[in-house]
């Protein structure tokens, strides 16, 4: 199993910024890449961006390309989101994924942290 406990949401101003961390701990070794989802009010869930263990970067979300970047410290199984230029249309749960490697779904979730953009 891989637990993983996200931080740093909060309520930003449009324009502003926010830096989110996932911290994994467990079968570390069980999972090939972390990212990010979110799930705006109303809406499904949604892959926004996650990176690989050998060091790719996938986008799933081409609205917060060029605002947002994903970077990982392997030393310490941490994953950020640095997000920039934020709107209010970026309002969402967002959740810290890991991508199983045996099975390559992404089967674990951290509790997901709050962004509130406003206007």
């Known amino acids: 199993q891989v637990q993983l406990v996200e931080s740093g949401g909060g309520l930003v101003q449009a324009g502003g910024s926010l830096r989110l961390s996932c911290a994994a701990s467990g079968s570390i070794g069980s999972i090939n890449a972390m990212g990010w989802s979110r799930q705006a009010p109303g809406k499904e869930r949604e892959l926004v961006v996650f990176t690989t263990t050998s060091g790719n970067t996938i986008w799933a979300d081409y609205s917060v390309k060029g605002r947002f970047t994903i970077s990982r410290d392997n030393a310490k199984n941490t994953v950020f989101l640095q997000m920039n230029s934020l709107k209010p249309e970026d309002t969402a749960v967002y959740y810290c994924?890991?991508?199983?490697?045996?099975?390559?779904?992404?089967?674990?979730w951290g509790q997901g942290t709050q962004v509130t953009v406003s206007s």
């Open positions: 994924g890991a991508r199983n490697a045996h099975n390559w779904r992404f089967d674990y």
